[in-house]
């Protein structure tokens, strides 16, 4: 018989002059580092490729819309598997609960965006337990580890979600630290 050994907690759960502070490191997938670092090496050959077409009018004259279209999606295309990368390589959400705000940002480097939520509006934080659907863009992302999380809470007549490649003992332990130090009310049931 072999005794597994207690994981090493990944997050990070701090009590600061600013506030309740929890880093939460994204899930790191060495398969998903390679093989979007491969395929940004081959977008970013044919990106410079098109480029240069379009640029010096080398292009077929009748194909000049479908080139500029397709350049555009595979732009686009290219920008978020550069983030989704740079998310695997680096990437961590913070969240920081002080007073009534509660601020959650997705940082990548040091660049990011904060949300800020009114704590008082805030309702049914909880461990969100739900299977991937290939019909919601969130959860498709969170293949990739960008999209969506395991921790749930209602703010007016949405659900919003972080926490992303959390596993349900590490959300738990979130959703505990959050509850302990700050009320956040029940959703109301009909």
């Given amino acids: 018989m072999v005794m597994l050994q207690q994981a090493d907690a990944r997050i990070t759960i701090?009590?600061?002059?600013?506030?309740?502070?929890?880093?939460?490191?994204?899930?790191?997938?060495?398969?998903?580092?390679?093989?979007?670092?491969?395929?940004?090496?081959?977008?970013?050959?044919?990106?410079?490729m098109v480029a240069s077409q379009l640029l010096n009018g080398d292009g077929p004259p009748e194909g000049e819309f479908f080139m500029s279209a397709w350049f555009s999606i595979w732009t686009i295309g290219g920008v978020l598997a550069v983030y989704a990368w740079l998310w695997q390589v680096m990437g961590k959400e913070i969240v920081i609960v002080r007073g009534q705000t509660f601020r959650a940002r997705r940082d990548v480097g040091g660049f990011?965006?904060?949300?800020?939520?009114?704590?008082?509006?805030?309702?049914?934080?909880?461990?969100?337990?739900?299977?991937f659907n290939p019909l919601d863009l969130s959860s498709s992302l969170q293949l990739w580890g960008i999209g969506g999380g395991v921790i749930a809470f209602d703010y007016g007549a949405r659900t919003y979600r972080f926490g992303t490649g959390l596993d349900e003992a590490e959300a738990k332990q979130i959703v505990t630290a959050i509850t302990q130090r700050h009320r956040i009310q029940e959703s109301a049931t009909t």
């Fill in 112 to 131: 990011g965006f904060d949300k800020e939520y009114d704590l008082l509006q805030m309702r049914d934080l909880r461990v969100w337990r739900a299977g």
């Fill in 14 to 48: 701090a009590d600061t002059s600013g506030g309740l502070r929890l880093v939460i490191p994204g899930r790191r997938s060495v398969f998903v580092i390679c093989l979007l670092g491969f395929w940004i090496c081959g977008w970013a050959v044919a990106e410079v």
